[in-house]
């Protein structure tokens, strides 16, 4: 009778601290984050690119034409922009997505793209211009956020 109440204890903490946490934790593995948009059809300043890091973000402005000038923009990155970026990233996720995402820059509707550099993996999605990805919609909202951020900076 004994040995069966102590099973019984055993079995009931195991169960309870064996339990799978869904809570998804963000990884110190991230490393960089460049995402950027571009128009085919367009003319002026085209071609985004930004860079994100844990000290700085850039933004890099280019022109389909050579006699534009190129613009770049840079900014100190705050602490809690760069923990949002990893909380709200799932990179076993985003790795699974395809690289290319509906139909990009099709009839001149533009092209959006992120490309994350975590440990020493790199993934790369591109999809149309203002769409949404399911999997990745928190990461998307922060990573626009932060790249609208630098919309009206000056050189």
């Not at 064996?18 to 998804?24: D, G, I, K, M, P």
């Not at 034409?65 to 949002?84: F, G, H, P, Y």
């Not at 997505?97 to 820059?105: A, K, Q, S």
Request: net charge neutral; glycine share 6%.
């Amino acid at each position: 009778m004994k040995k069966s109440i102590w099973y019984c204890i055993i079995l009931l903490f195991s169960a309870f601290t064996c339990r799978e946490s869904t809570e998804f934790v963000p990884s110190d593995r991230l490393m960089l984050v460049k995402t950027g948009t571009s128009f085919g059809m367009c003319v002026g300043h085209c071609i985004t690119e930004v860079e994100i890091n844990p000290q700085k973000v850039t933004m890099y402005r280019k022109a389909w034409r050579s006699n534009i000038r190129d613009k770049t923009c840079e900014r100190a990155l705050v602490r809690q922009e760069w923990e949002n970026l990893g909380k709200t990233l799932d990179f076993a996720i985003f790795s699974q997505l395809p690289e290319t995402i509906g139909c990009p820059d099709c009839a001149d509707g533009g092209k959006e793209w992120i490309e994350i550099t975590y440990g020493e993996q790199m993934k790369r999605v591109t999809f149309e211009f203002g769409k949404d990805i399911p999997q990745i919609t928190g990461l998307i909202s922060q990573i626009r956020k932060i790249r609208e951020s630098l919309n009206n900076c000056e050189e």
